[in-house]
């Protein structure tokens, strides 16, 4: 087995850790972070914060494939040949296995991987800078190292498996829990999350549901929890914009105003909602919001005629003369 795992790594992705090694300088990535399946949704999703610059670079994630956090003395290279090899048929374990026993340093990596099946695996290198552990549950996986305390671990996954909502919060929360706990003993820097769906749709762009990061900040969790909410936000408003098709302006108006609530405000959603109104033909529920919008900043107001030209909005005298004179 252990000989079929090295040919696996090196005959069917063509390298192995060891050979990328040999090539480029060990990285300290110190960290913590979470790797987690949603059995529901099909959902994949990796979270991580560290003192650390740009940290989003150890997590990684594919629809119908899995997810790895990669950190420690990090090998950046266990995020995509982990996701190959498990693209190609292998368990979680089959594909860590065999990348580990390929990697002469492997006692300095820390590394989580989840499979299609919702099957997690850590290793925790004997020569990670302590406090340095992992706790793998049911469908995910935390892990930590160079932590203040070691108990860092066992406070994500509680609340993890306490906290309620979709995957992108549950992993929000367990990422709040570690730096309550105490976090990384060096302080904070970065923060990044991604969540990508059960299956790939073939669109690209479709797939990754969340994919948010802090890569500099004095307060990344807080940077990284507010720009969560902005793309949720992003999410109603597309919804909205669903509803305003079908001409069901009572919801459109639900989910323009949750996107504007967890936007903190952001005129901008609030303004495309107008013009969506008003392109179809709702110039009643329009006018108040551009009202609102205009009163706050008169350059969306300018914006207005260049629609028209643009042929976003309705080239109508009356309608766009009822706009500009608010």
Known sequence: ???????????????????????????????????????????????????????????????????????????????????????????????LDGLLISDENNAVRQVAMIDINGNAVTHTGSKCIAEAGHYTGHHYSVQANLMEKNTVWQAMADAF?????????????????????????????????????????????????VDVRVDDAAEPLIELRRLLNISRAYEHMNKGDEYITAKDFANATKEYQKASELSGGNIEILYWFAVTLTTEGNIEKALPIYKKIFDQDKNWQILIPRLVDAEILPNDTLVIKQIMEL
């Open 1 to 95: 087995m252990k000989n079929l795992l090295i040919c696996l790594a090196v005959i069917t992705l063509g390298t192995t850790v060891g050979q990328a090694e040999a090539k480029e300088k060990l990285h300290p990535v110190h960290t913590y972070s979470i790797v987690a399946y949603d059995s529901t949704t099909g959902q994949f999703g990796a979270a991580v914060q560290s003192h650390w610059f740009k940290v989003a670079d150890v997590i990684w994630a594919e629809p119908g494939v899995g997810a790895v956090a990669t950190q420690s003395l990090v090998e950046f290279s266990y995020g995509p040949l982990g996701l190959a090899m498990m693209k190609n048929g292998k368990t979680s374990k089959q594909a």
């Open 161 to 209: 498996e306490s906290a309620e909502g979709d995957l992108a919060e549950r992993m929000m929360i367990a990422l709040e829990a570690a730096q309550k706990e105490g976090g990384d003993i060096r302080g904070k820097q970065s923060a990044a999350m991604i969540v990508v769906r059960g299956k790939p749709t073939g669109k690209s762009w479709e797939d990754k549901i």
